[in-house]
């Protein structure tokens, strides 16, 4: 009884021996480096969820409150100047969109620059948001990137 148990044993081990290798998984796709393109659908749900925590943040910060209009969010023309600047945000479409920012001044003098608000949104969508309401981490937003060393003369 034990021999043929014993060979059914050997004959499986001999026959997974025989299989070719499986090849390894490859290696994950590398995140894009513009946090304003999606990489797939879930990439782009949970960037649109950091837009819409953005835009809640921007008005507890002092900005208007935005409104929506299928993909656009958009900063309404009643709204009055406020010290912000007036935001157009076009939400990506999944799988592999590309999230649209603007933002114009229109008294000409604001709290926070075009450009430096883009910083401060993209921080949001790369998953390390430069809270508007928090001093330092606006802070942290807004510092210049340093530049890298270059070759000694």
Do not use: H, N
Not at 12 to 35: K, W
Not at 48 to 62: H, P, W
Not at 77 to 86: E, L
């Amino acid at each position: 009884m034990r021999l043929p148990l014993m060979m059914g044993f050997a004959l499986l081990l001999a026959g997974c021996a025989g299989q070719p290798p499986v090849a390894p998984a490859p290696p994950p796709e590398a995140a894009s480096s513009d946090p304003q393109q999606c990489l797939d659908r879930t990439d782009c749900t949970t960037k649109t969820s950091r837009t819409l925590m953005f835009v809640f943040d921007y008005a507890e910060a002092g900005g208007a409150l935005v409104q929506r209009k299928g993909t656009w969010l958009f900063t309404p023309s009643a709204a009055k100047p406020s010290g912000w600047p007036s935001l157009k945000i076009r939400l990506a479409a999944p799988p592999t969109g590309r999230f649209e920012f603007a933002s114009q001044c229109p008294a000409g003098d604001c709290r926070i620059s075009e450009g430096d608000l883009l910083r401060v949104y993209r921080s949001y969508l790369a998953g390390d948001p430069c809270l508007l309401t928090e001093a330092k981490a606006l802070a942290r937003c807004l510092e210049p990137v340093p530049l890298s060393p270059g070759p000694s003369p």
